[in-house]
């Protein structure tokens, strides 16, 4: 789902009044197109599958590991699969565990992806109690799967060093001052998370 085109120029016109270098850089690199995911287990087990391997190398081990479990959607059906069957598929032993982890908390109703808590926080929470699943990937499945308006991945380096090149740093600024500087845009962090990567001309998703 994602923000929407609609949200992200109204929020990003919203920043632009509230810091006028972040109007500048609107100015030169233009609005972001909408990016998103659909909801629910498949998304957050793509995520999964595709850490620390390049975007090509993670379509084929997705492609693999979704020919091999069959009932991709179904986490059930990735509880009965052995190690065996998935290493065969291209995960390692450590995605094994993880991709298990999700499955298991979904089958066994411990986490309900279609009713995660409002507030961002207990639903980083939730989502983070999956082996795998750090806050940045909890923060990136809550901004381009359901669209929370006020997700800001500050630990994020991309974002970082856009947000430096935005507000005239010589260097990255560190996770604790990107966090800091953007207090003062809140509701609208997440259209200037999408508008970071957009400005910094990095794929996320």
């Known amino acids: 789902m994602g923000l929407s085109a609609e949200q992200l120029r109204a929020s990003l016109d919203a ?45 084929s081990v997705w492609l693999k590991v979704a020919a091999a479990v069959g009932e991709i959607t179904d986490p059930a059906a990735m509880v009965l699969m052995t190690d065996e069957e998935l290493r065969a598929a291209g995960l390692s032993r ?38 795998g699943i750090g806050r940045w990937s909890a923060e990136v499945y809550l901004l381009f799967a359901e669209g929370r308006a006020d997700i800001w991945p500050a630990g994020d380096l991309a974002v970082q060093e856009s947000v430096g090149r935005i507000l005239g740093h010589n260097t990255r600024p560190t996770e604790k001052t990107v966090r800091e500087v953007a207090k003062n845009w809140r509701p609208h962090r997440g259209a200037a998370a999408v508008f970071a990567w957009h400005h910094y001309k990095i794929p996320v998703i």
């Open 94 to 131: 450590q995605k094994i565990g993880y991709c298990r982890s999700l499955a298991e908390l979904i089958v066994a109703g411990e986490l309900d992806l279609e009713n995660l808590p409002e507030d961002d926080e207990e639903a980083i929470a939730k989502l983070t109690a999956v082996k």
């Open 15 to 59: 920043l632009a009044v509230i810091e006028p270098r972040f109007a500048k850089a609107l100015a030169q690199a233009g609005y972001p197109e909408p990016r998103g995911r659909d909801t629910g287990y498949p998304t957050l087990l793509r995520t999964i599958v595709g850490q620390q391997i390049s975007f090509k190398a993670a379509d």
